[in-house]
């Protein structure tokens, strides 16, 4: 038997960020230090398909399912000996190697990031990197995440919740309560332009707009619930976006702040990461004080959401004032080759072989501590 640790990295998914997954499964799997471990790539076709692949990077280059692969399924039975993944299909049959030893999840956004495939994983008794399931549903979801916050006493922008059944209803008049033009002005009085229209739960902006006027207000709304049933409508804030990695279990620690100043009017997803035209300035220049400030908020917001492993919060930085309201916290931020997570970590003294090394570490130590705890009830 193989003396490496067998890692699966599972990659793609249903989620609106398919294609984000593939780019950082691809930086993750080139980063994994083939002496020490062992990979089983795995592939979720957009369709939901699990296919274990025998070829990661012609997978990831022409399409999972173009790729070929054996159909797989996860066994949940944590009884058995073999942990890991069984043949399903056409290719039934048995085990498909020595098992599993740890899952590196790099699945953004839903059915990956909300605590979905963490539950499965926790039946499977599997160590596997990230959050777990509360903190990955709440770093998903952006008003219970911000609910959070308050709570916590963190700074946040103003937003509410608007549910797409709510929306439908009042966009259509078949409402008896609130019609549109009273939800319009509602959040016209609370909010004024510019305002941000988001999906509650999804990531790397994928449905975010930037509203000016009524129109586009109402486009912004109808776009969001396209993707989701909660939409969140939030204030503008005039402000510099920075950035900071969080890294650990109990004792987490950030990264410097790195300052992104985005192609287009706003952050979002083709600034991200298809123009690569957006200056992420590493370190942020904010000053030493403020600085500080922004770490112990980025570890603040971490342990709020009992976040494990890594994270990387977005802050606004108010611009004036100079304060800084968190944004949000993405518990499977993306690890692009243009990434910010991995980028602060390296600014930080970690390269991205040693924080994807450690990553691992954190996953198996703190399913470890997980033992620890009893699940049976002896009345004595």
Request: with cysteine.
């Amino acid at each position: 038997m193989s003396e490496k640790i067998r890692v699966a990295v599972i990659f793609g998914g249903r989620s609106g960020e398919h294609e984000v997954s593939l780019m950082s499964a691809r930086n993750i799997l080139q980063s994994l230090d083939p002496d020490r471990f062992e990979v089983i790539p795995v592939g979720i076709t957009r369709e939901g398909q699990w296919l274990l692949t025998g070829d990661p990077m012609k997978s990831l280059q022409v399409g999972i399912t173009q790729a070929g692969g054996t159909p797989v399924a996860l066994l949940t039975d944590p009884s058995r000996r073999e942990r890991g993944l069984i043949q399903v299909g056409e290719a039934a049959g048995g085990p498909t190697g020595d098992g599993i030893d740890v899952v590196f999840p790099v699945l953004h956004g839903p059915m990956g990031e909300d605590g979905t495939i963490q539950g499965l994983l926790e039946l499977a008794n599997l160590p596997y990197v990230g959050s777990g399931v509360l903190g990955s549903a709440l770093g998903m979801d952006k008003v219970a995440m911000k609910t959070a916050f308050i709570q916590a006493g963190i700074p946040t922008a103003r937003h509410r919740l608007v549910l797409r059944r709510e929306w439908d209803r009042v966009r259509s008049g078949r409402t008896a309560g609130e019609p549109l033009e009273t939800l319009l002005q509602s959040l016209e009085a609370e909010f004024g332009y510019p305002c941000f229209v988001k999906p509650a739960n999804l990531g790397s902006s994928v449905g975010v707009s930037k509203a000016h006027d009524r129109a586009e207000l109402v486009e912004a709304l109808d776009l969001a619930a396209h993707y989701d049933r909660r939409l969140l409508v939030e204030e503008f804030i005039d402000a510099r976006e920075v950035e900071c990695s969080v890294l650990g279990n109990e004792d987490p620690v950030a990264s410097v702040p790195g300052e992104v100043v985005p192609c287009n009017e706003f952050y979002d997803y083709k600034a991200k990461y298809i123009d690569d035209a957006s200056d992420l300035v590493i370190p942020a220049p904010l000053g030493e004080e403020l600085t500080r400030e922004i770490q112990r908020l980025a570890v603040s917001a971490f342990v709020a959401l009992d976040c494990a492993g890594m994270a990387r919060v977005d802050f606004f930085v108010q611009r004036g004032t100079n304060r800084p309201l968190v944004n949000e916290v993405n518990t499977i931020p993306g690890f692009t080759s243009i990434s910010m997570y991995p980028k602060l970590w390296e600014a930080t003294g970690l390269s991205q072989r040693e924080l994807v090394t450690r990553l691992i570490e954190l996953a198996l130590e703190r399913h470890e501590d997980k033992r620890r705890s009893s699940h049976r009830y002896d009345r004595g």
